[in-house]
């Protein structure tokens, strides 16, 4: 008699993102167990879904599983859905999912949205390998030795943050990475606010530090990974910066030239800077 499990994804803010066969589901089932049963409530209303929901959060989950497993071996069907997003991303599920297995009850994922993979789709990093990291530590010290044993990664890294956690966050991140690092912010994803950037740390540190409304709502920081520096001799910069001058700014030729020798922009002004110096020639900016 044993039924199944469905691990439903949830809209992370549009509620058109709800997939026709996440709705089909969640009709279908006998129980809906639910990160929390009063948010999940207004997504059923939406829908129609008359369907009974229980609770089933970090704090209940340990004792709820023996009951929820034994509904299963009744023939129950069960949905698991999260406040928003996929279960089990930062989210409660994985007790229950795994007892799901260990009793050799079928799991079925609906799949939908996912705030970490809507992120790093559209902040134009690198996404042939990444890490999700989900929430770093909430105390400094913490946070810091985290980003520390993160700062040799070679591949993209996401990270969840709260909003009155993100500057914090985002200096400690200078501080580790380098302000150098690229970047993407993706806020507020699939909402009426929605932010999507993508810039270096030092540069979205100001950007949040300067707009409050950034330092609200949910929050996705997509870092790219540690690239290895290539050897960039002295005069393949100086000729490439000598001809970047011809067509740009100081700023701009540093910044194109940075990019694509992979040296560190800083560099790149400053030896800009003792070119023009050099030569009386050279366009005024």
């Given at each position: 008699?044993?039924?199944q499990l469905f691990v439903v994804a949830t809209p992370i803010g549009h509620l058109d993102d709800m997939t026709f066969?996440?709705?089909?589901?969640?009709?279908?089932?006998?129980?809906?167990?639910?990160?929390?049963?009063?948010?999940?409530?207004?997504?059923?209303?939406?829908?129609?879904?008359?369907?009974?929901?229980?609770?089933?959060?970090?704090?209940?989950?340990?004792?709820?599983?023996?009951?929820?497993?034994?509904?299963?071996?009744?023939?129950?069907?069960?949905?698991?859905?999260?406040?928003?997003?996929?279960?089990?991303?930062?989210?409660?599920?994985?007790?229950?999912?795994?007892?799901?297995?260990?009793?050799?009850?079928?799991?079925?994922?609906?799949?939908?949205?996912?705030?970490?993979?809507?992120?790093?789709?559209?902040?134009?990093?690198?996404?042939?390998?990444?890490?999700?990291?989900?929430?770093?530590?909430?105390?400094?010290?913490?946070?810091?030795?985290?980003?520390?044993?993160?700062?040799?990664?070679?591949?993209?890294?996401?990270?969840?943050?709260?909003?009155?956690?993100?500057?914090?966050?985002?200096?400690?991140?200078?501080?580790?990475?380098?302000?150098?690092?690229?970047?993407?912010?993706?806020?507020?994803?699939?909402?009426?606010?929605?932010?999507?950037?993508?810039?270096?740390?030092?540069?979205?540190?100001?950007?949040?530090?300067?707009?409050?409304?950034?330092?609200?709502?949910?929050?996705?920081?997509?870092?790219?990974?540690?690239?290895?520096?290539?050897?960039?001799?002295?005069?393949?910069?100086?000729?490439?910066?000598?001809?970047?001058?011809?067509?740009?700014?100081?700023?701009?030729?540093?910044?194109?030239?940075?990019?694509?020798?992979?040296?560190?922009?800083?560099?790149?002004?400053?030896?800009?800077?003792?070119?023009?110096?050099?030569s009386p020639d050279q366009a005024e900016d």
């Open positions: 008699m044993s039924a066969r996440a709705v089909q589901v969640l009709k279908s089932v006998d129980l809906i167990a639910a990160e929390d049963t009063r948010q999940s409530a207004q997504l059923m209303k939406h829908y129609q879904i008359d369907t009974p929901l229980t609770a089933c959060h970090d704090h209940n989950e340990s004792s709820v599983i023996q009951q929820l497993i034994e509904k299963l071996k009744q023939g129950q069907d069960i949905a698991l859905v999260s406040d928003a997003g996929t279960p089990l991303i930062s989210d409660p599920g994985f007790k229950l999912v795994r007892a799901a297995q260990e009793n050799n009850i079928r799991v079925i994922p609906i799949p939908g949205a996912c705030a970490a993979i809507a992120a790093l789709s559209s902040v134009g990093l690198p996404s042939d390998h990444f890490r999700f990291e989900g929430f770093l530590a909430a105390k400094a010290s913490q946070r810091l030795q985290q980003l520390e044993q993160l700062q040799q990664q070679p591949h993209t890294m996401i990270f969840y943050e709260a909003p009155h956690r993100i500057l914090a966050c985002l200096k400690d991140m200078c501080q580790v990475f380098g302000e150098d690092r690229r970047v993407g912010l993706a806020r507020e994803i699939t909402k009426t606010f929605e932010t999507i950037k993508q810039m270096t740390l030092g540069e979205l540190y100001q950007f949040v530090s300067n707009d409050p409304h950034q330092q609200k709502g949910e929050i996705v920081l997509v870092v790219a990974g540690l690239t290895q520096p290539v050897a960039v001799t002295d005069d393949a910069l100086d000729q490439l910066l000598g001809r970047l001058r011809q067509d740009l700014s100081v700023k701009a030729a540093a910044q194109l030239a940075a990019d694509l020798l992979g040296v560190k922009k800083k560099i790149a002004y400053q030896r800009a800077l003792e070119l023009d110096q050099n």
